[in-house]
């Protein structure tokens, strides 16, 4: 019996510690797609993804920067997409952030190699550059009931500190119960002293993180489109579900516009990852939703985001638990103990 599943991209900051060696354990380290990944940064000069994660230790100064964390993930993801059991039918993809970029390749509009080239550079380009920061603040509790006043009144303070003079701070990712913000360190500063602490955690600042999908980001965007033309770009071969919940179908798609929504828009504008989520479930009721490794963070938000879409009448996490138990609607193929369900 074939399962229709939403397939979901990870983006940065979900290769660490515990993911080292991921590639090794779970494709080995001359698959043939790795291979083909490593000939590219080979061929750049720089270090090889099986090199990266075959590395003896784990070091945060070095495996947060852009240049290093977005080649490994990638590597990791689109792997982990080829290795779905035959039973799955992905009907539809996206992901969170630089996982858009993943799932492009993911989805066909680009092969597995060019989208590879687009995470490679992209990620230099925001090491390079490596404007502005980012932070995380949680808006919901640990119930996951929607505090919807709590979110306006963090909204409503991000937009005051923005409007002052010296200071830049925006809404990046909203990222179901959590709120990502970027924009300079006086932005960000003004914000972690305005916010009580949340968890012993919270606000946390993302290591070698840049103002990702703000308006500072638009020097990296114009470098992006002159590195990476639209002919690279296809008509996809599943509907692909973008940072604002819209949809790309395959045989409808304008290729240009899907290369200057990539290149310009999803750079430079506000990524609603929530939104994909909402997409995803109502528009294409897949029986589960399968996030790739590596990690396993992102799938919370996932989970958040089917709370706010109200998805099987899910109010809380509680109630999400209680689906999960009974019908998995949910797979991180980072954890060990979800991983064999889907490959």
């Known amino acids: 019996m074939t399962r229709k599943a939403v397939l979901i991209c990870p983006g940065r900051g979900t290769y660490n510690a515990a993911e080292l060696g991921y590639l090794g354990r779970h494709h080995g380290a001359r698959s043939d797609l790795v291979a083909r990944f490593d000939a590219i940064r080979a061929e750049a000069g720089r270090e090889t993804v099986s090199a990266l994660d075959g590395a003896e230790r784990f070091s945060v100064s070095k495996y947060s920067r852009g240049d290093v964390a ?107 119960g959590m709120l990502v913000l970027a924009g300079d360190e006086a932005g960000l500063n003004a914000f972690e002293a305005a916010v009580p602490p949340v968890g012993g955690r919270f606000p946390m600042r993302l290591a070698n993180h840049a103002a990702f999908h703000t308006g500072l980001q638009a020097p990296v965007a114009e470098q992006g489109r002159t590195a990476l033309p639209a002919t690279l770009f296809h008509q996809p071969q599943k509907p692909l579900i973008d940072g604002r919940g819209s949809v790309w179908w395959p045989g409808a798609t304008d290729t240009q516009a899907l290369w200057r929504y990539t290149f310009d828009t999803q750079v430079c504008e506000t990524y609603d990852f929530t939104a994909a989520i909402r997409t995803a479930a109502r528009e294409f009721a897949p029986d589960l939703f399968i996030v790739t490794g590596p990690g396993a963070t992102l799938g919370g938000a996932v989970a958040q985001s089917l709370v706010l879409a109200q998805w099987k009448g899910i109010a809380d996490k509680a109630g999400f638990e209680a689906v999960q138990a009974r019908d998995t609607l949910l797979v991180s193929m980072g954890r060990e103990d979800q991983r064999a369900q889907v490959t």
């Open 70 to 176: 977005s080649p490994l993930i990638c590597a990791c993801s689109l792997a982990d997409a080829a290795a779905l059991a035959e039973d799955i039918e992905v009907v539809a993809v996206t992901g969170n952030s630089m996982g858009w970029y993943l799932a492009l390749a993911a989805g066909g509009a680009l092969t597995p190699e060019d989208g590879f080239r687009v995470v490679d550079t992209m990620g230099s380009l925001m090491q390079e550059h490596l404007i502005g920061g980012q932070l995380v603040y949680p808006w919901m509790g640990d119930d996951w009931r929607a505090d919807r006043t709590r979110k306006a009144e963090l909204l409503e303070l991000v937009a005051d500190i923005d409007a002052r003079d010296g200071q830049t701070l925006r809404l990046s990712i909203d990222l179901g």
